[in-house]
C-alpha cells in the first residue's frame, strides 16, 4: 500500500507504545491483525480502569478497521479518548499509529470503537462518574 502524506497523530500522549516482534507477525513480516486488536484493547482498558475506579470489562468492538499493514520492528501506539459514559458503560475511541524504526513519520494503521462496563468485586456492573468530571 503507497504512504502518502502522514495524517496529524492525535492530541495527547499515547496510552500504550510498543515495538513489534516477530513473534507478533506472519512469516512475511506483517503484524497479526488480532495482537493489533490486543493492543487496542489495553489501552482502552487502561482508559476504562482509570475513568471507572476500577475494574472494567470489553463489552464490544465497533467499526474496527484496518487501513495499513504494520510490520516487524514498527513502534506502535495506540491513543484512546473516552467519548461516551453511560450509568455502568464507557466508549472509547482507539486509534493505532505506526511509526518505521529509523523514520519520523507516523501513519494511521487501525480505528476501533470500544465499549466497556463498569463491574463490581462479582462481576456485576456497577455505576461510574459522569463524563463531566474528567480532568
Known sequence: MPEGAPE???TGQPATRVTTMPAD?????DIFGGW???QMDMAAGLVAARHSAGRAVTIAVEGMKFH??????????????LVRVGN???TIDVEAWRRAR????SYKVTQARFVFVAVDENR?????????DEP
Not at 495499513?68 to 479518548?81: I, K, N, Q
Not at 529509523?102 to 513519520?105: F, Q, R, Y
Not at 456485576?124 to 463531566?132: D, F, G, I, S
Open 8 to 10: 496529524a497523530l492525535p
Open 25 to 29: 507477525a506472519n512469516p512475511y513480516g
Open 36 to 38: 493489533l486488536m490486543s
Open 68 to 81: 495499513r499493514p504494520v510490520f516487524v520492528g514498527d513502534e506502535v501506539s495506540v491513543f484512546a479518548h
Open 88 to 90: 455502568t458503560s464507557m
Open 102 to 105: 529509523h523514520s519520523a513519520e
Open 124 to 132: 456485576q456492573p456497577r455505576t461510574v462518574r459522569p463524563m463531566a
